[in-house]
T-cell receptor
Framework: NAGVTQTPKFRVLKTGQSMTLLCAQD?????MYWYRQDPGMGLRLIHY???????AKGEVPDGYNVSRLKKQNFLLGLESAAPSQTSVYFC????????????FGEGSRLTVL | QQQVKQSPQSLIVQKGGISIINCAYE??????FPWYQQFPGKGPALLIA?????SEKKEGRFTISFNKSAKQFSLHIMDSQPGDSATYFC??????????FGDGTTLTVKP
């Protein structure tokens, strides 16, 4: 019962470096989401996808790109990392949009020096 | 502009007591009001959710009370246990994935 798996779990980057976070779900969910969580704050939606081959901007999309080439995978990319992107990133998926329960991964902690 | 305000920021309750966390929202178009529980080092997990056509929903020791006219909703944890110690987030939005989250409440239940 893997559910939603995120890799890597931890990463340290230098300013200007690039990286990709991978989210994989084995529940055949249509909808996938990337959030960031900062200390003392709730989750903020970065990008989301309503199905394979689709992506859309969330609340805080600047500095990030995403791709959903396969239904089970949702990639979050940082082309040129900045210290303001230091955060914990959570991926989530849901079967339905309106009433579907969100299933979260365990998070990826990113530090940008 | 914060659309969901959650209080208190932290809460300490004795074992067996009632924990109450409150949230207020601004957008009357919001249609889905979930509460999430998050343990350290883990992702949030859905605890209970409500839609605005009902005023209360109960699942075990957890109850959501919803006041549509006041644009407020709250989580009540009855008979609080040390295992309930976690961070709780309310959220509100047009759907599960596009909900706006509150800033969280850290609950500590003392034995």
């Amino acid at each position: 019962n893997a559910g939603v798996t995120q890799t890597p779990k931890f990463r340290v980057l230098k300013t200007g470096q690039s990286m990709t976070l991978l989210c994989a779900q084995d529940m055949n969910h249509e909808y996938m989401y990337w959030y960031r969580q900062d200390p003392g704050m709730g989750l903020r939606l970065i990008h989301y996808s309503v199905g394979e081959g689709t992506t859309a901007k969330g609340e805080v999309p600047d500095g990030y790109n995403v791709s959903r080439l396969k239904k089970q995978n949702f990639l979050l990319g940082l082309e040129s990392a900045a210290p303001s992107q230091t955060s914990v990133y959570f991926c989530a998926s849901s079967l339905l949009a309106n009433t579907g329960e969100l299933f979260f991964g365990e998070g990826s902690r990113l530090t940008v020096l | 502009q914060q659309q969901v305000k959650q209080s208190p920021q932290s809460l300490i309750v004795q074992k067996g007591g009632i924990s109450i966390i409150n949230c207020a929202y601004e957008n009357t178009a919001f249609d889905y009001f979930p509460w999430y529980q998050q343990f350290p080092g883990k992702g949030p997990a859905l605890l209970i959710a409500i839609r605005p056509d009902v005023s209360e929903k109960k699942e075990g020791r957890f109850t959501i009370s919803f006041n549509k006219s006041a644009k407020q909703f709250s989580l009540h944890i009855m008979d609080s246990q040390p295992g309930d110690s976690a961070t709780y987030f309310c959220a509100a939005g047009p759907s599960a994935g596009k909900s706006t989250f509150g800033d969280g409440t850290t609950l500590t239940v003392k034995p």
